[in-house]
């Protein structure tokens, strides 16, 4: 009976010692995740730290970076060069020259479809047009391309590839649109040595609060004339724009499409009727504009941009509230931080944090889902640069042969509006996923267009 006791006595013994250092582990182990808890709340209350002083001339990003290295750290990756199946670019080496000194360049968007030098014919982008590099990228490309090297352009040209925003100030004598008016007029040489940076932190964001705000002249003056025909009148982003919405209007400074109005080359951005690729097209065919007159046909055309603003507006992204900076900027947090990925890339490049916080499929599902509709799409833009071509063949066969005046300017009319829908999509750097069934309605109508303009040249 005692040989019992003592047995239970040790055994009561050891796992009173046992459970004595688990709720001691356990103790430390609270202390630490409640320390490290206070100290990411401490992190948190300072989202930066001001190692030096920023002010509303600072256009260096990596002063900014001494106060915001995480944010600066990413946008240096923009310098990455990968590419998806539609968008992006792998670096092909070249021999640099003293005209264009440049190592690493995109594969040229021409050799991969010729049609597009003939869509182009008379127009510098028949000449040089590659893929689009990242951010970092965005000055030396537009500097040294052959559309800049060979043909005069305009100053307005920075106003999309630069940090532009003091040297209008400073241009201007401090009145930003000013400075604006005046560059859009120099001579783009001249007006390439008052920028260094291509975008930086000083464009999109305040360098006291760090807010966002619109500081791009030629957005300012299109999204007034945009509300205005919604009936807001004197629409001003930076007072009246919600912080979501401001999350795709720092895109839009840029990501749109454009002519240059006058003589004065002044940037425009032509929204006063809407958004869509055919409202654009009403506007500038009321005004009478064009880009230039096709090499072989003798068409006025036009040459579309980049208009992702205007189709993102169009598709379920948007309509859901989901903006620019949500996919191609999502949130991270690094340590207490939750900061916005400066390393601005497509999300399927990214489709964790860029797609899975709202999709809860696999990364491979959504990457075929969009992979299925920029196919769809590229299928369908296929069918209309075809249509295209055989337009401007008959055009060229129908001038030759002495087919009517009145037919021919039928016909050019058509070849207008059948490349400037069909080149909407071109350029519009999703391949239709910003917008998928939008971006076949486009294509449909460039179609459309091109099969009008053969019927007139065959009317008797």
């Known amino acids: 009976m005692a040989e019992v006791e003592r047995l239970f006595t040790g055994r009561s013994l050891r796992w009173m010692v046992v459970t004595a250092l688990l709720a001691a582990l356990v103790a430390v182990g609270g202390l630490a995740l409640l320390v490290n808890i206070i100290e990411r709340k401490q992190e948190a209350q300072n989202p930066f730290f001001r190692v030096v002083a920023l002010d509303d001339n600072t256009t260096d990003p990596a002063l900014w970076g001494k106060n915001f290295p995480l944010q600066y750290d990413l ?24 005209a264009d000194p440049r190592s690493i360049v995109s594969q040229s968007r021409l050799e991969e479809d010729p049609r597009l030098k003939r869509m182009w014919a008379g127009y510098p982008f028949a000449v040089d047009f590659r893929e689009e590099r990242g951010h970092a990228y965005m000055l030396e490309d537009q500097t040294f391309t052959r559309r ?12 999309c590839h ?3 925003y003091v040297a209008y100030k400073t241009v201007g004598g401090g009145d930003l649109i000013r400075g604006f008016e005046k560059v859009n007029a120099l001579p783009y040489p001249e007006a390439r ?10 464009d999109c964001h305040d360098p006291q609060t760090m807010a966002l705000r619109i500081t791009r002249p030629g957005f300012l003056e299109g999204i007034r004339a945009f509300q205005a025909a919604q009936g807001i009148p004197d629409y001003d ?5 919600t912080r979501q919405q401001m999350r795709a209007f720092v895109c839009a400074q840029c990501h749109v499409e454009y002519y240059f109005r006058g003589a004065e080359k002044r940037l425009t951005y032509p929204w006063s009727k809407g958004l869509k690729a055919d409202q654009i097209l009403a506007y500038y065919d009321e005004i009478g504009f064009r880009d230039w007159v096709h090499a072989e046909t003798g068409a006025p055309v036009l040459k579309a941009q980049h208009p992702e603003f205007e189709m ?11 903006t620019c900076a949500d996919c191609h900027m999502p949130y991270l947090r690094v340590g207490g931080f939750k900061i916005s990925d400066h390393h601005v890339r497509s999300p399927l ?11 809860h499929w696999s990364e491979e599902e959504l990457r075929e889902r969009a992979y299925t509709i920029q196919e769809r799409t590229f299928e369908l833009r296929n069918v209309a ?33 059948a490349q400037f829908l069909l080149d909407f999509v071109e350029a519009e750097n999703s391949m239709g996923f910003h917008a998928p069934q939008e971006a076949m309605r486009i294509l449909a109508l460039a179609i459309e267009n091109a099969r009008r303009g053969q019927t007139a040249l065959r009317r008797e």
């Open 237 to 241: 982003p930076n007072r009246m724009a």
């Open 148 to 159: 800049v090297l060979e043909f005069p352009q305009p100053g307005t040209c920075l106003h």
């Open 349 to 359: 490049l990214n489709i964790n944090r860029a797609c899975q916080g709202c999709h």
């Open 312 to 322: 993102w507006n169009q598709g379920i992204h948007a309509r859901s509230n989901v």
């Open 193 to 202: 040595k008052l920028v260094e940076h291509p975008v930086a932190c000083i």
């Open 385 to 417: 640069m075809d249509a295209l071509i055989a337009l401007l063949d008959d055009l060229q066969r129908a001038r030759t042969a002495g087919v009517a005046p009145q037919q021919l300017d039928a016909a050019r009319n058509f070849q207008r509006r």
């Open 162 to 164: 630069a940090s532009v």
């Open 75 to 98: 946008y240096r990756n923009t310098v990455d060069q990968v590419r998806t199946r539609f968008g992006g670019s792998e670096a092909l080496p070249r021999t640099p020259t003293a």
